[in-house]
């Protein structure tokens, strides 16, 4: 089976909601194969849905690394290593990101999450505003969220 072939069914494993059947997928390419952008987009998802935040955490950040101008990867990096505990990581990884994560809500409600667990109180109520002005729906997700518990989102 080619690339494309097997890239495709990792991808059917994963709309399935089967994302150890897609690892397996991936794992079968030959390692020159396993390295591609798309089998390692692949990859991560799969690790991501099975919460391997870890090897996760890995993939994600030799994604940033084959193309460090996607922010999606530098958000999913983060996102995974503050899953790991490395809060403090996942909070410098966010900030050596692209520039265009500043024009995204997300970039600063995650940042306000990580820097609100880090003890940074005032930054945390900074970005969490700037993620509200440029999105409203950050809002009632703040009020629920676990990472921003004990902060008022409307301080």
């Known amino acids: 089976m080619g690339i494309l072939q097997t890239l495709n069914?990792?991808?059917?494993?994963?709309?399935?909601?089967?994302?150890?059947?897609?690892?397996?997928?991936?794992?079968?390419?030959?390692?020159?194969?396993?390295?591609?952008?798309?089998?390692?987009?692949?990859k991560l998802s799969a690790q991501m849905e099975n919460q391997s935040w870890n090897p996760a955490s890995e993939t994600a950040r030799l994604l940033c690394l084959k193309a460090a101008d996607e922010p999606e990867f530098f958000l999913r990096?983060?996102?995974?290593?503050?899953?790991?505990?490395?809060?403090?990581?996942?909070?410098?990884?966010?900030?050596?990101?692209p520039k265009s994560l500043f024009e995204m809500a997300i970039f600063h409600y995650n940042l306000a999450c990580y820097l609100w667990?880090?003890?940074?109180?005032?930054?945390?109520?900074?970005?969490?505003?700037?993620?509200?002005?440029m999105d409203q729906s950050y809002l009632d997700a703040a009020l629920s969220d676990r990472d921003l518990i004990g902060m008022d989102p409307l301080a």
């Open 9 to 42: 069914a990792a991808s059917g494993w994963l709309e399935l909601g089967l994302p150890d059947e897609a690892l397996a997928e991936l794992e079968a390419l030959p390692l020159e194969d396993r390295g591609n952008r798309r089998a390692l987009e692949l």
């Open 77 to 97: 990096a983060a996102f995974c290593l503050h899953e790991t505990g490395d809060t403090l990581a996942a909070c410098n990884w966010l900030l050596r990101g």
């Open 117 to 133: 667990t880090l003890g940074e109180a005032n930054r945390a109520r900074s970005h969490l505003r700037q993620a509200i002005a």
